[in-house]
């Protein structure tokens, strides 16, 4: 007697909802109701699936259904193939919806602080799973980065030499500068401070030509006033942090990072000094390369950092 070959791998994901749902009720009217199918229609593909297979799939009872040996097999196989069916589509509309995925974003400092982290703390409300990676460099980085493909979008400053014409950008915030002490410094006057009282400390400051370096520095000279000549060139939150703790240095930050290591209470060991004449750095921007494509997630992201920009734009 010729065996005729199994047609099992021809089976479709209706027929493996069928087979699980008989299972699961034991009656093939029932399942045939959980399918929202009449049941001559649900009996037609069993008869149809058990032709394909070669043998039956199911024994019948006067009080319902159990699968056969075979049946046993192609029931924990069903169940299976199902649940990864349905993960599949969940991760696919969730993906979509912008709801998980990965984002990766580069900012300076002060974009970082004030804009990036209450948008990812707005975002995870609807995407816990979300992969999220920032950077925090300085602008030249974050620009050479994104024209790598490196980052989603950046908060950055445009740098020399860059065609803009390659980018979105929309217009970012400016920094102003407040100074970081220790706490108990005799800065400390409970009063916005004269640029020339700045004059005799030690300074932690970035590089020369960082954007904020150069804001400072121009204050210095626009007043007249001797440039600090003792500098700790550091790039390192940490490092500040720990000098400045130790020592009666003077470091400049942004007003967000201020913010944030120097709150004004609670037993921070840093406190934030302001300028009767504040000093200003050059606005950052939101930039993306013009005809990228991004993931919902990412576009969701710089959503939400636009709306951080705009509601500052109309304070």
């Known amino acids: 007697m010729k065996v005729m070959p199994s047609q099992t791998h021809r089976l479709q994901l209706r027929d493996f909802r069928l087979i699980q749902a008989i299972v699961e009720t034991g009656q093939l009217a029932l399942a045939a109701e959980r399918l929202s199918m009449t049941q001559p229609a649900a009996s037609r593909l069993l ?3 058990e032709r394909q297979i070669g043998t039956p799939i199911f024994i019948r009872h006067p009080k319902g259904m159990t ?10 196989n069903a169940n299976g193939l199902l649940r990864s069916f349905e993960r599949t589509i969940q991760e696919t509309d969730a993906a979509i919806a912008g709801r998980t995925g990965t984002v990766r974003v580069g900012a300076v ?3 970082a602080v004030g804009l990036v982290v209450p948008a990812i703390r707005k975002l995870k409300e609807s995407a816990a799973s979300a992969d999220i990676h920032v950077d925090v460099a300085s602008s030249d980085v974050l620009i050479a980065g994104l024209l790598r493909g490196d980052f989603d979008f950046v908060l950055a400053r445009i740098t020399p030499g860059i065609d803009t014409r390659q980018f979105s950008l929309s217009r970012g915030r400016v920094e102003v500068v407040r100074f970081l002490v220790r706490r108990g410094h005799r800065l400390i006057k409970g009063r916005p401070l004269h640029l020339h009282e700045l004059v005799g400390y ?14 400072v520095e121009e204050a210095f000279i626009a007043q007249g006033i001797p440039l600090p000549t003792e500098i700790i060139n550091t790039t390192s939150l940490l490092v500040m942090i720990a000098y400045l703790a130790s020592t009666d240095a003077i470091a400049p930050a942004s007003r967000e990072l201020a913010g944030l290591v120097a709150p004004g209470e609670g037993d921070s060991q840093l406190v934030a000094l302001d300028l009767d004449q504040p000093i200003t750095v050059n606005p950052y921007h939101l930039i993306c390369l013009k005809h990228q494509m991004r993931s919902p997630l990412a576009q ?3 959503d939400l950092v636009f709306q951080g920009l705009s509601q500052n734009a109309a304070g």
């Open 109 to 111: 400092t002060g974009g």
């Open 67 to 76: 699968p056969s040996p075979i049946g046993v097999t192609l029931v924990h």
């Open 202 to 215: 030690e300074w932690v400051v970035q590089a020369p030509h960082t954007p904020m370096r150069l804001a």
């Open 300 to 302: 969701r992201l710089q």
């Open 47 to 49: 008869a149809s699936i």
